[in-house]
T-cell receptor
């Protein structure tokens, strides 16, 4: 039972390059999320998807795009990477939608450490 | 939006000591989770606790939703407890919900 799987685990990009971070969950969860973690700032929400076919902006969406490819997969794309996007990126999933959101816990992947030079 | 504040920001303990970490939040929430991020960066679920008290071994958590705070207790700390502890509150938004994180408490347990 893999849970939430992120790829790659590490990546170095040059400024202006593009890349896609992949996330997949095998728990049949409805909601999926992308966060970034920067020193001293906790985790900040980039984008989320409440269910297959829907995506919404979080706190820090600029410079990113997302795709909820199917129920299992939620990808994060950097079209033109900038040094300010150097961070650790976490994907998360949660089983519920609106009504039952408070009743269960979210699960996180192991993170992708991205450096933009 | 909702604000989540954790205290203290840093904590250094001697092995065997007890500690209390606090999480304050500015509005009503549907749930609250505590996570431990170990030195390798993994986020580990500790508790989800919208209200009341839960215990798991040397760790316990209490949330008083009406007063908008939660406490994480670590007893008889061990060096493996080192890392960053986050609380995150769940809020409903559009057709789903999301977690808003505090800035974390960095704990260092010395042998």
């Amino acid at each position: 039972n893999a849970g939430v799987t992120q790829t790659p685990k590490f990546q170095v990009l040059k400024t202006g390059q593009s890349m896609t971070l992949q996330c997949a969950q095998d728990m049949n969860h409805n909601s999926m999320y992308w966060y970034r973690q920067d020193p001293g700032m906790g985790l900040r929400l980039i984008y989320y998807s409440a269910s297959e076919g829907t995506t919404d902006k979080g706190e820090v969406p600029n410079g990113y795009n997302v795709s909820r490819l199917n129920k299992r997969e939620f990808s994060l794309r950097l079209e033109s990477a900038a040094p300010s996007q150097t961070s650790v990126y976490f994907c998360a999933s949660h089983p519920r939608r609106l009504r039952d959101f408070g009743n269960t816990e979210a699960f996180f992947g192991q993170g992708t450490r991205l450096t933009v030079v | 939006g909702i604000q989540v504040e954790q205290s203290p920001p840093d904590l250094i303990l001697q092995e065997g000591a007890n500690s209390t970490l606090r999480c304050n939040f500015s509005d009503s929430v549907n749930n609250l989770q505590w996570f431990h991020q170990n030195p390798w960066g993994q986020l580990i679920n500790l508790f989800y606790i919208p209200s009341g008290t839960k215990q798991n071994g040397r760790l316990s958590a209490t949330t008083v939703a009406t007063e908008r705070y939660s406490l994480l207790y670590i007893s008889s700390s061990q060096t493996t407890d080192s890392g960053v502890y986050f609380c995150a509150v769940a809020v409903i938004y559009n057709q789903g919900g999301k977690l808003i994180f505090g800035q974390g408490t960095e704990l260092s347990v010395k042998p």
